[in-house]
């Protein structure tokens, strides 16, 4: 568990993550508080058993705040617990690294994406869990050119061929029923991630006007330029950190 960080757009503050130790394969979650890691981790055990998937082992640090519940939910599914000394996060490695590596791949991309600072502390789950899908999905030299689904054996929707850039600008259709002549059929958004337990192509697509974050397959993509300063998609404040520009975009 890592944090607490700047509460994101839906209150999450705390960064949760679970890393296979053969295939490397990750998955992230996000929760508003760190009681929540035993319901979590309940929550993922379930999951892996409806794909046949017996957990045998879980390692953890001793996790003194909630080492009780966790214990619990693992002698309910006969998961034997591994704890690592303390002060000694090398231990466990894996997942270490894996933290301190996706949180600089999350900011070389927000860096690019030239976000506000506001819009940075709303959106980062959105790009960690978009960073997550994307490693899982490439392979290393180090894992025979496999990637994590691959050796782990049970492969998520195959998102390749419907790639799109972090942060890229998008018209989503408007599907209200009713609308005046001249009234917009489409709204402007940021795309933020893609969509779990839908169709590969399915976006997350984060509109500044309303602060929401919709999923949508019907989308019209702008080109991919790299926003300039003051250039922002409705020039609407979204976030209160903000240095009072009114732009999503540094």
């Not at 790639?163 to 998008?170: A, N, T, V, Y």
């Not at 590969?200 to 989308?219: A, E, F, G, Q």
Request: aromatic share 10%; hydrophobic share 30%.
């Amino acid at each position: 568990t890592s944090g607490s960080y700047t509460q994101s757009l839906r209150g999450k503050k705390y960064w949760f993550k679970i890393v296979d130790d053969y295939s490397r394969k990750n998955w992230n979650y996000f929760m508003k508080k760190k009681e929540e890691v035993p319901a979590t981790l309940e929550e993922f055990i379930k999951e892996m058993r409806t794909k046949g998937i017996k957990i045998r082992y879980v390692r953890m640090d001793n996790a003194g705040e909630h080492g009780r519940k966790l214990r619990e939910v693992c002698k309910k599914y006969d998961i034997e617990m591994e704890y690592v000394a303390p002060s000694t996060p090398q231990h466990n490695g894996v997942v270490e690294r894996s933290f301190t590596i996706d949180l600089r791949r999350l900011h070389a991309m927000m860096v690019q994406a030239q976000f506000t600072k506001g819009t940075v502390n709303m959106l980062w789950p959105y790009a960690i869990a978009t960073l997550g899908k994307l490693k899982n999905m490439s392979i290393t030299s180090a894992n025979n050119n496999r990637s994590p689904n691959e050796l782990f054996g049970t492969e998520d929707n195959n998102i390749a061929p419907y790639l799109i850039e972090f942060r890229r600008i998008g018209y989503v259709a408007d599907r209200a029923k009713i609308k005046g002549k001249m009234k917009p059929r489409s709204m402007r958004c940021i795309m933020v991630g893609y969509a779990e337990n839908h169709s590969p192509d399915t976006y997350l697509m984060y509109n500044p006007k309303t602060r929401y974050v919709i999923m949508s397959r019907d989308i019209r993509w702008a080109d991919f330029n790299r926003p300039q300063p003051h250039d922002g998609l409705n020039m609407h404040r979204i976030g209160e950190e903000d240095d009072g520009s009114d732009t999503m975009f540094e």
